[in-house]
């Protein structure tokens, strides 16, 4: 099982699409894929039409239930997830006094080991507790960017974020990329941006994810933009970073975050 975080502190860059379409295309090409929405807004939620039984990351997180309980399928083979919900705001605050408080969505994660090929986890647009959670739990992570300028300057904050954790808490942890959002191949500024990361970033994915009126409607219709418009470029493009991601993975060593014994130490 890998387990990717999809992260970056800044809003309205691409997080939850990239999550929702990386996440469609792995089902797609036959692996057994999980969303974790590890964002109060609920917007992964809401895009895969995860409705819930009563359960959320939230009860998992707190202790109220096993995150297998948790667990919604999807109207896609092979695709399930963790649903969200405002609760979530709250946890920050329950579990800042607990000891551990980083490991907490590790250790739930250990309860669906195996079940997945791939996790992914869409977190929210903060560098706080649930963010720190996500990168302590994750084998990898990619970080969406959107091609503005003022999206380039946040960068450095995620990028120092997950150099702190993976010296303080999580070694194993690996950037997998920077992946270019919203690029618009009309405007000086995308070109510009996607150059600049390219230059400075050694790891930023080939794939660009264009600027689509396609991939803004999915999820208004609850669909990852592979069902809404198949054909379209931005379905090509999320078809092709998650080869590119899939590639990437397949290179790392193997994972031990979730063998048996990985906990040790780690407060349940």
Known sequence: MSVVAVANQK????????TVNLAAASAESGRRTLVIDADAQANATSALGAE?????????????????????????????????????????????????????LRSALQEVAGRYDLVLIDCGPSLG????????????????????????????????????????????????GVVATMYDG???????????LKAHISSTFDTIIPRSIRLSEAPSHQQPILDYAPRSRGAEA???????????????????????????????
């Open 129 to 176: 507790l649930m963010t720190l959670n996500a990168l302590s739990a994750s084998d990898a992570v990619i970080a969406p960017v959107q091609c503005e300028y003022l999206a380039l300057e946040g960068l450095s904050a995620l990028l120092e974020t997950i150099r702190r954790v993976q010296m303080q808490l999580n070694p194993g942890l690996h950037l997998l």
């Open 238 to 268: 999320y078809r092709e970073l998650t080869e590119e991601l899939l590639n990437r993975l397949s290179d790392l060593p193997p994972s031990t975050l979730y063998r048996s014994g990985a906990l040790d130490g780690v407060a349940r």
């Open 52 to 104: 819930s039984q009563g359960t959320f990351l939230y009860d998992a997180l707190l202790g109220q239930a096993d995150l297998g309980r948790c667990v919604v399928s999807t109207a896609w083979p092979r695709l399930d997830a963790v649903p969200s919900s405002m609760d979530l705001v709250a946890a920050e605050i329950e579990l800042a006094s607990r000891e551990r408080r980083e490991y907490v």
């Open 11 to 18: 809003g309205g860059v691409g997080k939850t699409t990239t």
């Open 186 to 196: 009309r405007t000086r500024l995308s070109q510009d941006v996607a150059t600049q």
